[in-house]
């Protein structure tokens, strides 16, 4: 088996000011890269440093086991840590434990959002990152090609990243219901809070024609704006401009509501009925609900958006336990590859050894048969018909071994009866 190791931390075991004195930078990774290299018996490693994560994965050509304190203590003398402070938040697995938690990182099923896609993405470059400083040559390619594999099988028959789990995406997945294309939709985000800027975000990642921010404070608003490309209105004349957004979500700091029913009124005369989506994420709320009584309004406040994150998540939770029978079967298929090739030379020395054994018989009876040819070659075609016979039991437990958790001991066993080690 592939001695691997994966030791880090993450977003479960250690707080976000843990976790950010332990991440490390793209212009530290070649640095980090060879001290983890030199660490003892390591032959290749990788490190993903994300904002939820810091993990080494590590392979070691010998049989010895790699040990967990040495990366660690690399890493921290990189960031002028103390190590002994950090191993409380380190998690380690080996083998097939490591094989597991890789694959389930790449699927997102260990992520703090449930089935996000970015963190394949973010494990595709620490890979990549890796093979070009020279950390990953032969040993590592085919357990993260695997991984990624398996990552898109579980994207491709899954449902686990088809539904909105965050307030602002819902917010935007329900823009799309309504709207369908929204490139030639304008949205206005009255306030400039986070959840207004994840929101600006996700409708220009969603491909909206124009974003609009409106702010009391005006440098934030300009500063939002500048994020997503979009522009600036006034805060005292966005209601004149109501009339020409399609989406206008609401996340102001008002006490009070800044759109009433009467002002979307006037508003759909002006759209002559074309429909508007209203989002109010702000509590206190920003816009009348009475507003959602007008034909062709349609208001969400936060409480109707959780309902569906939730049923969302809820969702993701039942996909996630299709895949992980998906990763379940992929580390299994993984491992038999791996055991396939460690049985591979152990049946070529088995078959040597069994030649040798004929060879030194037929010449220890050539001399005894002196010159009668024909019972030479009797005797060897039936010597090497016994051998063939007396290896293929053997050699079948040895395939069969590979599928097998005691197939090492199986190994150890033949190579011992054979004495393959002396060969």
């Given amino acids: 088996m592939l001695n691997l190791l994966l030791t880090g931390l993450n977003h479960r075991t250690a707080p976000v000011e843990v976790r950010e004195r332990l991440a490390v930078s793209a212009d530290q990774l070649p640095r980090a890269l060879g001290a983890l290299r030199a660490c003892p018996g390591v032959d290749e490693v990788m490190l993903l440093s994300t904002c939820n994560r810091v993990e080494v994965l590590a392979q070691s050509g010998s049989d010895t086991p790699l040990e967990q304190r040495p990366l660690v203590e690399a890493l921290c003398r990189l960031r002028g840590l103390d190590a002994a402070a950090l191993l409380p938040h380190i998690y380690t697995y080996r083998g097939e434990e490591a094989l597991r938690h890789l694959f389930r990182v790449a699927s997102s099923l260990d992520s703090m959002v449930l089935g996000e896609p970015q963190i394949l993405g973010q494990l595709k470059e620490a890979h990549a990152a890796a093979r070009q400083h020279g950390a990953i040559q032969t040993a590592l390619e085919p357990v993260l090609a695997r991984a990624f594999a398996v ?57 909206c024609g124009r974003i609009h921010v409106t702010n009391r404070t005006r440098a934030r608003a300009e500063q939002m704006a500048a994020l997503v490309e979009g522009s600036v209105i006034d805060y005292e004349t966005f209601g004149a401009r109501l009339h020409e957004m399609d989406i206008v979500l609401a996340s102001s700091g008002a006490p009070d509501y800044i759109l009433r029913k009467d002002d979307l009124k006037a508003v759909l005369r002006k759209r002559q009925n074309r429909p508007v989506f209203l989002i109010d994420i702000a509590v206190p709320r920003n816009i009348d609900p009475a507003v959602d009584e007008l034909e062709n309004a349609y208001l969400y406040d936060i409480d109707d958006l959780g309902r569906e994150v939730e049923a969302n998540r809820q969702a993701r939770r039942r996909e996630a336990e299709e895949a992980e029978q998906i990763i379940q079967e992929e580390v299994q298929r993984l491992l038999e590859r791996f055991r396939t090739r460690e049985v591979a030379p152990v049946i070529v020395s088995l078959q040597q050894r069994l030649d040798e054994l004929a060879r030194e018989e037929m010449e220890r009876w050539r001399g005894k048969l002196g010159a009668d040819g024909e019972r030479a070659e009797a005797l060897e075609a039936y010597t090497r018909s016994l051998l063939n016979k007396l290896a293929h039991g053997p050699i ?23 004495r393959l080690e002396e060969s």
Avoid: C, W
């Fill in 396 to 418: 079948v437990e040895i395939r069969r071994s590979a599928a097998l958790p005691e197939g090492d001991r199986i190994l150890a066993v033949i190579r011992r009866m054979f």
């Fill in 151 to 207: 990552a898109k099988r579980v994207r491709n028959e899954t449902a686990i990243g088809r539904n909105a789990v965050s307030v602002s995406y819902a917010a935007v997945d329900l823009a799309r219901q309504i709207f369908g294309d929204l490139r030639p939709r304008q949205a206005l985000l009255i306030g400039a809070g986070k959840m207004a800027e994840l929101a600006a975000k996700h409708l220009r990642r969603a491909g």
